[in-house]
């Protein structure tokens, strides 16, 4: 008799991911999972790879709520030293604050150099242009401090050990554009991965933003950009067993972008540009799964219809339906700075949004 296992996934969304940390609070206060051990399967796409990897390596609540707490922006990226000396000062201006933290000063003394406020923005671009195109550049943003930052937060022996949940990580293949799924279990007929920190940073490397990051031949970025939610590798891995799956956002995944109290404003910086674009981008790649899933229902039920009538069904195979996953998500967007905001007044809040959100989506789902 098949087994009922449950599987817990969460999505990408930077400094949101305090987010993650509230709503596993309230999964465990409710009983649904056990405190520094988690549920069966545990999953997640970039900042959501992260929190479920240290699921596996076993922290409790209190220690993911002080490991997000002792984290500042320094702890996570820096500059990258890709980008040639003549073009730091412009972009330490435009990703001001995505550089500094509260803890050391906030935006100040990132304004541009005398001889940069005198340049008019196309002789500017004409002379970036001009050295981008002879100098290899890989990123704006170099992740050494974040990897420094999670090897303190990673128990890797436990997470590749039968005592630590099914773990799947997703990521995004540079050369081809395919989804890869790392897993530390059997997955697809292919053997179970060692996890590592480099899978994690894999995960996580925001195209452009970030570095990629290479694994053996391959070359990945965020897996944001093909799966924020990854359902199907959760399904094939729980084979012949019932799922209860609980998916958790950052994002409200049945906001539409329209004129209403609840939009989002319009961005005024780079920064808050390509955060609204990361924004509609996770809760597209959401859509998608969920759509794919009611489908994969609906089939189910029309072959169980006419083998009940007496009807073969088309050859092919027939797939089980899977309970649609309760999603945990806020009733309204974020505010556009708080997917790089990492500092402890913001994650205390993100703390407890989470958390109440949970308490209510799983009211709802017993009511």
Same mark, same amino acid.
């Given at each position: 008799?098949?087994?009922?296992?449950?599987?817990?996934?969460?999505?990408?969304?930077?400094?949101?991911?305090?987010?993650?940390?509230?709503?596993?609070?309230?999964?465990?206060?409710?009983?649904?999972?056990?405190?520094?051990?988690?549920?069966?399967?545990?999953?997640? &796409?970039?900042? @959501?790879?992260?929190?479920? %990897?240290?699921?596996? #390596?076993?922290?409790?609540? +209190?220690? *993911?709520? $002080? /490991?997000?707490?002792?984290?500042?922006?320094?702890?996570?990226?820096?500059?990258?030293?890709?980008?040639?000396?003549?073009?730091?000062?412009?972009?330490?201006?435009?990703?001001?604050?995505?550089?500094?933290?509260?803890?050391?000063?906030?935006?100040?003394?990132?304004?541009?150099?005398?001889?940069?406020?005198?340049?008019?923005?196309?002789?500017?671009?004409?002379?970036?242009?001009?050295?981008?195109?002879?100098?290899?550049?890989?990123?704006?943003?170099?992740?050494?401090?974040?990897?420094? &930052?999670?090897? @303190?937060?990673?128990?890797? %022996?436990?997470?590749? #050990?039968?005592?630590?949940? +099914?773990? *799947?990580? $997703? /990521?995004?293949?540079?050369?081809?554009?395919?989804?890869?799924?790392?897993?530390?279990?059997?997955?697809?007929?292919?053997?179970?991965?060692?996890?590592?920190?480099?899978?994690?940073?894999?995960?996580?490397?925001?195209?452009?933003?970030?570095?990629?990051?290479?694994?053996?031949?391959?070359?990945?970025?965020?897996?944001?950009?093909?799966?924020?939610?990854?359902?199907?590798?959760?399904?094939?891995?729980?084979?012949?067993?019932?799922?209860?799956?609980?998916?958790?956002?950052?994002?409200?995944?049945?906001?539409?972008?329209?004129?209403?109290?609840?939009?989002?404003?319009?961005?005024?910086?780079?920064?808050?540009?390509?955060?609204?674009?990361?924004?509609?981008?996770?809760?597209?790649?959401?859509?998608?799964?969920?759509?794919?899933?009611?489908?994969?229902?609906?089939?189910?039920?029309?072959?169980?219809?006419?083998?009940?009538?007496?009807?073969?069904?088309?050859?092919?195979?027939?797939?089980?339906?899977?309970?649609?996953?309760?999603?945990?998500?806020?009733?309204?967007?974020?505010?556009?700075?708080?997917?790089?905001?990492?500092?402890?007044?913001?994650?205390?809040?993100?703390?407890?949004?989470?958390?109440?959100?949970?308490?209510?989506?799983?009211?709802?789902?017993?009511?």
């Amino acid at each position: 008799m098949a087994t009922k296992k449950k599987a817990l996934v969460l999505s990408g969304g930077g400094a949101r991911g305090a987010y993650h940390i509230g709503a596993i609070s309230a999964l465990v206060e409710q009983g649904w999972m056990e405190d520094g051990r988690g549920p069966d399967i545990v999953a997640g &796409t970039s900042i @959501g790879a992260i929190n479920a %990897a240290a699921l596996a #390596s076993g922290l409790t609540v +209190a220690r *993911l709520q $002080a /490991a997000w707490l002792a984290m500042h922006t320094e702890d996570v990226h820096r500059l990258s030293g890709d980008l040639p000396p003549i073009a730091r000062p412009l972009v330490r201006f435009l990703l001001r604050s995505v550089l500094t933290s509260q803890a050391h000063g906030g935006e100040a003394g990132y304004d541009l150099p005398a001889e940069e406020q005198a340049q008019s923005a196309r002789s500017l671009i004409g002379r970036l242009n001009q050295i981008f195109r002879w100098r290899p550049f890989r990123s704006l943003l170099d992740t050494a401090p974040w990897r420094h &930052t999670l090897a @303190g937060w990673m128990d890797f %022996a436990r997470i590749n #050990s039968p005592a630590a949940p +099914a773990l *799947l990580i $997703a /990521a995004t293949e540079l050369h081809t554009g395919a989804l890869e799924v790392f897993c530390n279990r059997p997955l697809h007929g292919r053997p179970a991965d060692s996890i590592a920190i480099d899978h994690l940073m894999a995960s996580s490397s925001i195209p452009v933003v970030y570095p990629w990051t290479e694994i053996g031949a391959g070359k990945y970025w965020d897996g944001a950009v093909l799966a924020n939610t990854p359902l199907d590798p959760v399904i094939d891995l729980a084979g012949e067993d019932d799922l209860d799956i609980i998916v958790v956002m950052m994002t409200p995944w049945s906001a539409a972008p329209v004129a209403d109290s609840g939009a989002a404003p319009l961005p005024q910086d780079l920064v808050q540009a390509l955060t609204l674009t990361l924004d509609w981008a996770l809760l597209a790649s959401y859509r998608v799964a969920f759509e794919s899933l009611q489908q994969r229902n609906q089939l189910a039920e029309a072959i169980a219809r006419l083998r009940a009538a007496g009807l073969e069904p088309p050859p092919g195979p027939t797939p089980r339906p899977i309970a649609m996953p309760t999603v945990i998500a806020p009733e309204r967007l974020m505010p556009l700075e708080w997917i790089i905001d990492y500092e402890e007044a913001n994650h205390h809040q993100l703390f407890a949004l989470g958390y109440q959100d949970t308490l209510r989506a799983l009211a709802a789902r017993e009511g």
